[in-house]
């Protein structure tokens, strides 16, 4: 969760934000060890980031003359603590001398910053938000922490300024683990027989790199320097349970496969490729969010490899368009044929689904998008998408801001969906947008 610290004078507001943005998990709050009794941390989140506050807000009880000393000390540590920083002052009273202290400290700060202008609920009232551009943090967000206004503005601004620093974070944190993957299909799709012919038969359940517990199997595999993980695949449960005779397709092994994997490879017979249940299968894999690699087994056995190939991804085209431009590899496990593609085929589909889109190309991308295309008008005004962040990545998860965005139309978000695929160079994977209101 993004660390952020609220700060600002005494009664600007900073608690009541505090809460508003803790919700109900107040009586999670706790203070943590070692942290002096001031300063608290709670568990918080605006839209769908989650958050870890800092309120600075203990001083304020606090009357005697160390007030300045003891602010600056709890506000030094929480700058210290915090990866972004929210700035608070009272619209109301406008630009006091304490904030001017605020703001010279924060200006020094090598941390993003963003102004808030709270108690703004009667905007005619906030006469004092136009000398706040001259402490130096661009426009203020104007709000109501009391009232709740203002807070789709508030996201907003967070994610203009943390998203690229999020989801970069994102990577360090993943940056080890190895890429999971699992293999699913119907029974005799030839499931066991390629991941025997990928990773050597006598390793697969063999070795300490094999990992056997009672409900999960899982092999780790070095891929060209790569860390991969193949788990809980079907094949390899049946090798591990000699006994079991059958093999059914367990709908819930299967869930639970998908739900594990990042990358989900999807073998098919060639003879009844994309039928009813692959299908299935396919959009599973899409709602879930995980990439996807679609494999023709069996390729040996084809006698007009060129011809079917084609027929096999027009049919990928044409019933599962939500996933056009997935890989596609045909192989056959018994000759070896095709499957030395399988690899790279996953790894392009794992940087694709990773992809990170930057900020400011997002924008440029979302004005041209906007300007080829403009959005209809609902009830003679027009919808106007204002700006757009990348919050998540596997799958790349984006928000648009927009005005009247409970009108935009679904035909229109696909267009933009579709746009950012070609733009940002994303065949195949699941894209996720959220449309918000925001001015
Ligand atoms: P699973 O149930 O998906 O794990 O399928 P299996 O790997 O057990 O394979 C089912 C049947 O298809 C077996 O009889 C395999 O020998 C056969 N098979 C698997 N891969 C190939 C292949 O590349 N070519 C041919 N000709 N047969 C295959």
New binding site residues.
Partial sequence: ALKVAIVGRPNVGKSTLFNRLVGKRLALVDDRPGVTRDRRYADGNIGDMDLTLIDTAGYEDVTDESLEARMREQTEAAIDDAELILFMMDAREGVTSLDRIFADRLRKVDKPVILLANKSESRESGGGVGEAHGLGFGEPVALSAEHGEGMADLYQAILAATSDMVLAESDAEEADKPIRIAVI?R????????INRLLGEDRLLTGPEAGITRDSISVDWDYEGRAVRFVDT??MRRKARVQEKL?KLSVADTIRAITFAEVVVL?MDKDNAFDIQDLQLADLVEREGRALVYVA?????EDEPQARLAELKRLADDKLPQLKGSPFVAL????GRGVERLMPAILQAWDTWSVKVKTRDLNDWLALAVQRHPPPAVDGKRIKPKYIAQTKARPPTFVLFSSRASAMPDHYKRYLVNSIRESFDLPGTPIRLTVKSGS
């Fill in positions: 299909g029974p005799n799709a030839g499931k066991s027989t390629l079907a094949g093999e073998v087994s069996k390729w040996d056995l056959s496990a018994h000759s």
